[in-house]
């Protein structure tokens, strides 16, 4: 009797099936990713009011905060499906995994970049050896390094278990950047949205903020969606499904 809801569950496991979902979502997620970016773009620098105390330079929070999120979560979920791919086997989440890393890298970077603009009018220097910059400096590196590490092995099936552990041990390092305002005294501020208290800026700025990240998410989707797709047609080319989807014939 649980056969149906078993095959329901793992229908989209399948390479075949992933891909020619995910080829029906990816342009919605480029619409969403663009539609809410733009709201966010334009509410976080010509709708929201000027900050009391850091003037214009602040507006920089709307594309900063979002990316600091996105690294952290990113990180977790291509650490997740990497252990899921190890653990099981399952090829298409290590797939999934390495499609990850380049986005979240990518949004590390941007975290950094950002928030060096903001240092430099708030603390007066670029940067300083704080303990979440630090941290955050680190989950770059790891990220960089699983890259490093899944291409740098030939094997495919040993490139992605070394991956996999190195993505795994490196996940500690997460939490470190979340707590590390609370943890030490550094100079970066604490959390500005909290899930048990109410937020401390206006609402139109929250509403840029949260627009923005709801853009990274499509647009995260969307990207590691299209790299996903573009690595299973390269691991799966010897198949037959791979021919008919390049003859467009393969339906989800």
């Given at each position: 009797m649980n056969e149906p809801g078993r095959l329901r569950l793992?229908?989209?496991?399948?390479?075949s099936r992933f891909y020619a979902l995910t080829g029906a979502l990816v342009p919605w997620f480029w619409a969403a990713?663009?539609?809410?970016?733009?709201a966010g773009l334009y509410i976080g620098f010509f709708v929201a009011p000027?900050?009391?105390?850091?003037?214009?330079?602040?507006r920089v929070i709307f594309i900063h905060v979002p990316a600091a999120w996105m690294s952290m979560l990113l990180y977790l979920v291509m650490a997740f499906w990497a252990a899921i791919g190890w653990a099981f086997n399952a090829r298409l989440a290590s797939m999934l995994a390495r499609a990850l890393a380049p986005t979240g890298a990518m949004f590390t970077f941007l975290a950094l970049w950002t928030g060096a603009f903001?240092?430099?009018?708030?603390?007066?220097?670029?940067?300083?050896?704080?303990?979440?910059?630090t941290s955050e400096l680190i989950l770059l590196f790891l990220y960089l390094g699983f890259i490093s590490l899944v291409n740098a092995i030939d094997d495919t099936?040993?490139?992605?278990?070394?991956?996999?552990?190195?993505?795994?041990?490196g996940s500690v390092n997460v939490p470190v950047i979340y707590f590390s305002v609370k943890w030490w005294n550094t100079l970066h501020q604490?959390?500005?949205i909290s899930m048990t208290a109410a937020p401390k800026m206006a609402t139109t700025m929250l509403t840029a903020m949260l627009l923005l990240t709801l853009a990274f998410w499509a647009y995260a989707f969307a990207v590691v969606f299209t790299r996903t797709r573009a690595i299973v047609v390269e691991r799966e080319a010897h198949t037959a499904w791979v021919a008919a989807a390049a003859r467009g014939k393969i339906e989800p």
């Open positions: 793992y229908t989209f496991a399948a390479p990713a663009a539609l809410f970016g733009l000027t900050d009391a105390t850091q003037g214009e330079a602040y903001w240092g430099k009018p708030t603390w007066g220097t670029w940067w300083v050896w704080d303990a979440r910059l099936r040993r490139a992605d278990k070394a991956g996999a552990l190195l993505a795994i041990v604490g959390a500005t």
